[in-house]
C-alpha cells in the first residue's frame, strides 16, 4: 500500500490528468443522455485517451513495454465492449 501512495505522490499530475479525462467523459456520457450515438462517441473516444494517457505515462516513468500497451488495449477494449453492449441492448 506504501508503494502506490508513494506511486500517487511521484506522479500527481499523471493521475489527476487521468482524472479529468474520466470525469469529463463521464459528464460528456450523461450530457448526451439523449442520442446513444454521441454516447458511444463519448465511450470509444475515453477508451482511446485512457491508452494514449497509459502509453505516454509510462514513456514518461521509463518504463513502456509492449505488455503494458496490451494490457491498457485489452482493458480498454473489454471496458469498451461492456459498456456499448449495455448501451445498445435490444
Known amino acids: 500500500m506504501i508503494k502506490i501512495s508513494e506511486e500517487i505522490k511521484e506522479h500527481f499530475t499523471h493521475y489527476l490528468v487521468l482524472l479529468v479525462i474520466l470525469d ?18 463519448v465511450v470509444v473516444a475515453m477508451g482511446i485517451l485512457y491508452v494514449l494517457w497509459g502509453i505516454i505515462h509510462h514513456f514518461l516513468a521509463d518504463d513502456l513495454h509492449l505488455k503494458v500497451i496490451l494490457e491498457y488495449v ?14 445498445f441492448r435490444a
Open 24 to 41: 469529463v467523459a463521464i459528464a460528456a456520457f450523461f450530457l448526451f443522455s439523449f442520442n446513444k450515438i454521441y454516447q458511444a462517441a
Open 74 to 87: 485489452l482493458f480498454a477494449f473489454l471496458a469498451n465492449l461492456v459498456i456499448l453492449s449495455l448501451l
